[in-house]
């Protein structure tokens, strides 16, 4: 079974949203931490937000107020609702877990231990 698969990325014009979703292993969603990374061409990867087993979340300072994550046990998945998007929010967009570490304690992106495929976010003018 795929660890992390995301889906709902799309284009959409500036001032839209989208649900990007991220379906997990049964494994995988135990992780203490979840969260949402993007990549821009020709720039570093970079946390948008991250959500501890606890309920705790954490989002970038470019985010706040617009991106809201969340997951569903049920569905064993983790969500990133993107609202008032921005063209500068255009990236590709991946969802990672840590299966035994807060999010604190995490230190770069390439600590996680599960990744995803990722999917492509476009926002135009």
């Known amino acids: 079974q795929v660890p992390l698969m995301e889906s709902g990325g799309g284009s959409v014009q500036a001032g839209g949203s989208l649900r990007l979703s991220c379906a997990a292993s049964?494994?995988?969603?135990?992780?203490?931490?979840m969260a949402w990374f993007r990549q821009a061409p020709g720039k570093e990867r970079e946390e948008v937000a991250t959500?501890?087993?606890?309920?705790?979340?954490r989002y970038a300072d470019s985010v706040k107020g617009r991106f809201a994550i969340s997951k569903d046990s049920a569905k064993n998945s983790l969500y990133l609702q993107m609202n008032s998007l921005k063209p500068e929010d255009t990236a590709m967009y991946y969802c990672?877990?840590?299966?035994?570490?807060?999010?604190?304690?995490?230190?770069?992106?390439?600590?996680?231990?599960?990744w995803g495929q990722g999917t492509q976010v476009t926002v135009s003018l």
């Open positions: 990672a877990a840590d299966r035994w570490r807060a999010c604190r304690a995490v230190g770069t992106w390439n600590q996680y231990n599960f």
């Open positions: 049964e494994y995988t969603y135990k992780s203490v931490c």
């Open positions: 959500i501890d087993s606890d309920g705790r979340t």
